[in-house]
């Protein structure tokens, strides 16, 4: 399996990006996928999760602002993040690590590097 993110970049408060993670050796269609992100000196925060029914999860810190979904035909994920703020500053990272469990909307567990593949992630600065 091999997850490859782009779409980071050095932005201003408010403006929009898209990541995208292109992925390989897995069939996106039958896969759950996450993102994930990591601040400078934090620990890895679950973002957002696409099942394989396409239903949606998301965190409380980026929900309403960023969107998952995903391109079966392209095997690609993205990431729609709108409404930037400084503390979305972070290295991204796209991830078929399996969570505890979701419900009402969002997902529970611990991500962990150890879990999963991952992608070697883009970094997201935001800053005025």
């Known amino acids: 399996v091999r997850l490859v993110e782009s779409g980071g970049g050095f932005v201003q408060p408010g403006v929009s990006l898209r990541l995208s993670c292109e992925v390989s050796?897995?069939?996106?269609?039958?896969?759950?996928m996450n993102w994930v992100r990591q601040a400078p000196g934090k620990g890895l925060e679950w973002l957002s999760r696409?099942?394989?029914?396409?239903?949606?999860y998301y965190a409380d810190s980026v929900k309403g602002r960023f969107t998952i979904y995903s391109d079966d035909a392209q095997s690609t994920l993205y990431l729609q993040m709108n409404s930037l703020e400084t503390e979305d500053t972070a290295m991204y990272f796209c991830?078929?690590?399996?969570?505890?469990?979701?419900?009402?909307?969002?997902?529970?567990?611990?991500?962990?590097?150890?879990?999963?593949?991952w992608g070697q992630g883009t970094q997201v600065t935001v800053s005025s």
């Open positions: 991830t078929n690590w399996k969570v505890r469990y979701c419900t009402l909307g969002r997902c529970f567990g611990t991500p962990g590097r150890a879990s999963g593949a």
């Open positions: 050796g897995l069939t996106l269609s039958m896969t759950p």
């Open positions: 696409i099942g394989t029914d396409s239903k949606t």
